[in-house]
C-alpha cells in the first residue's frame, strides 16, 4: 500500500529564511508529486507539481526529487508571515492525477 | 469563472442518519473527486466520477455513495452516520480524468453527535 509521509511539524522559521518541507513516498514506482498548501479552514491550493528528477522552480518555491532516494522536498525562499499554513505532499494512487494519497502535512509558521 | 462549489458549508446531524453534499464544479470539468479530511490528517481519497461514471474508490465502506449528474454536479451521500465521520468532505474537480491537476471546494464541514 502506498504511503507518505511528512513530518508534523510546526517548523518554525524566521521572516526572510528558508523553509524546507520534506516527504517520503514508500512507492518506487510513483513517478508524479504534488504540494498543496492548506490554510486553517481553508481547502488545499495546488503550489507545485513535479515529475522529474531534479529542481523545479516557480517563484520563491523550488520542489527537489530524488527518486533514488524516494523523497521530494519543497523549499520556501523568502519566506513571509503569509506563507504560515500547512503543506500536504501527495501522490496519484494509480491511474491519473485525481486519486491522490495525501500525507499528514507539515505545519509551517512564520515568525515576523 | 466560479471555482468548485460545495453546499452545505457546514452540516451538524445525529448518528444513524443520513447525509447528502453536493458539488458543483468548474465550468468545462468533467471529473469529480470527494475526498474526506479528518482533523489534523491529509485528505483521504473517497471516490472519483468522470462523465457521469465511478473511475475510483478507495478504502471506504458501503455507506458511502457517490454520483455525477449530466452537468456534472455530484453528490455524496453517507448512510448510518458514525461519529468517526465528523470530518471536512472536499470535493475536488480536474478537466479530464488522468493527467489535470485536482481543484478543490472549501469543502462541507460534517458534525456527527
Known amino acids: 500500500q502506498k504511503e507518505v509521509e511528512q513530518n508534523s511539524g510546526p517548523l518554525s522559521v524566521p521572516e526572510g529564511a528558508i523553509a524546507s518541507l520534506n516527504c517520503t513516498y514508500s512507492?518506487?514506482?510513483?513517478?508524479?508529486f504534488f504540494w498543496y498548501r492548506q490554510y486553517s479552514g481553508k481547502s488545499p491550493e495546488l503550489i507545485m507539481f513535479?515529475?522529474?528528477?531534479g529542481d523545479k522552480e516557480d517563484g520563491r518555491f523550488t520542489a527537489q526529487l530524488n527518486k533514488a532516494s524516494q523523497y521530494v522536498s519543497l523549499l520556501i525562499r523568502d519566506s513571509q508571515p503569509s506563507d504560515s499554513a500547512t503543506y500536504l505532499c501527495?501522490?496519484?494512487?494509480?491511474?491519473?492525477?485525481?486519486?491522490?494519497?495525501f500525507g499528514a502535512g507539515t505545519r509551517l509558521a512564520v515568525h515576523p | 469563472d466560479a471555482g468548485v462549489t460545495q453546499s452545505p458549508t457546514h452540516l451538524i446531524k445525529t448518528r444513524g442518519q443520513h447525509v447528502t453534499l453536493r458539488c458543483s464544479p468548474i465550468?468545462?470539468?468533467?471529473?469529480v473527486s470527494w475526498y474526506q479530511q479528518v482533523l489534523g490528517q491529509g485528505p483521504q481519497f473517497i471516490f472519483q466520477?468522470?462523465?457521469?461514471?465511478?473511475?475510483g474508490r478507495g478504502n471506504f465502506p458501503d455507506r458511502f455513495s457517490a454520483r455525477q449528474f449530466p452537468n456534472y454536479s455530484s453528490e455524496l451521500n453517507v448512510n448510518a452516520l458514525l461519529l468517526g465521520d465528523s470530518a471536512l468532505y472536499l470535493c475536488?474537480?480536474?478537466?479530464?480524468?488522468?493527467?489535470?491537476?485536482?481543484?478543490f471546494g472549501n469543502g462541507t464541514r460534517l458534525t456527527v453527535t
Open positions: 475536488a474537480s480536474s478537466l479530464l480524468s488522468g493527467d489535470s491537476p485536482l481543484h
Open positions: 512507492d518506487r514506482g510513483s513517478q508524479s
Open positions: 513535479i515529475y522529474s528528477n
Open positions: 501527495a501522490v496519484p494512487l494509480s491511474g491519473g492525477y485525481n486519486k491522490l494519497i
Open positions: 465550468s468545462g470539468h468533467k471529473s
Open positions: 466520477y468522470y462523465e457521469k461514471e465511478e473511475r
